[in-house]
């Protein structure tokens, strides 16, 4: 694995040790007013030891609003900000790097969640539109995703709480910031023709829809500068309602991708989320929620847009995500399709990975049933810091 172990510089700023990330995945462990604890430091502290590259910590709300788990993350006021600079220090202690991930669930609400709930806030949106699907499993009678919903009146307002969210990420330690523009989240709402459906200037035309997502980036970018700011795409997304005909986010991504090559971010990461999941669906039929919105045959996210991203003198490392194997990844690197990969819930079973990686040997699986990173459980590090090295 020599491509995935060579160290590279992201940003020009930030030596990283090899081109592997860690991405972000809340765990339900943020119990103390939506703050880390030590449990959380202690998770990622592991895995900086290891030698991971980059670490993207969970994604964390920029408001006090709520999505479909409870105890994830918040960055909205200094409390936040003094229980996140542990968790930095601890990283950096064992010479890792983590980036800050700001996000706003958008329409994937339920008003009755109890943070939600507490805080007062309606569920917004760019249009009052409700996501077709979902399912909150804590709330009486799981219902789906609410259909009470507050268009958004003034977007500047929640690209200024995505500024003052940043800056508290500043204050904590961060080494930078992944901006979430996917998922069938608020950035990802405004970019859906079927989910925006205003007829001001964050509506209607590509340029109109993506100009709530670029100036969040933008306001971002003026805090800590582009080259140490990534964000996470998925054309081919189909998760919470975001699924999109083939014609409509090839015309949205290119020109958003564009946008962001323009800006020279630190790094833009494209996920191909969709574009494998749907070929595990029924050979014979396209699932209703995916109907009119089938994608080609063999389709592939990386081969139709990471040349926009990935070019001779292009200023932004492109990063893959999304279920690769560590043979498929390397294969990439190996042919300069990509430069970085970014991996998941390996992650949570091996603590170990890279050292895994390193030595050929096989990844751990979940062998103790469902999410069980998820919960419950009975004290802060159950099915959280206890999952062994292979060396045990």
Known sequence: MAHLLQPIILGDCIPLRNRICMGSMTRNRCVDDAKPTPATARHYADRARDGTGLIIAEGAFVSLHGAEWPHAPVMF???HAGAWKKVTAAVHEQGGRIFFQP???????HEDMPMLKESGYPVLAPSTVPAAGGKFRLLEGKPGHTENITEIGDPSVIVEQFKQSVLLAQESGFDGIELLCQGGYLLHNFLCSHANKRIDEYGG?????????????DAIISVWGP???????CPSDDYNDSAVSYDELSEVYEYLIRQLVIRELG??????????????D???KTPPRLQGKELPDNYDTIAQFGPLVKYPGSKSLLMVNHEYTVDEAEELLRENKADMVCLGRPFIYNPDLITRIKNGLPFAVNDRGGMVNYGPYTTPDENYNDWPAASA
Request: proline letters at 4%.
């Open 282 to 284: 029924d050979y014979f």
């Open 205 to 217: 035309t590509i340029e109109n829809r993506c100009r709530f997502p670029l100036q969040v980036l």
């Open 103 to 109: 996000w706003h669930p958008g329409r994937i609400q």
């Open 227 to 233: 080259r140490r700011v990534g964000i996470k795409i």
């Open 77 to 79: 006021d200094d409390s």
């Open 267 to 280: 790094y833009i990461e494209l996920s191909r989320r969709g574009s494998i999941d749907r070929a595990q």
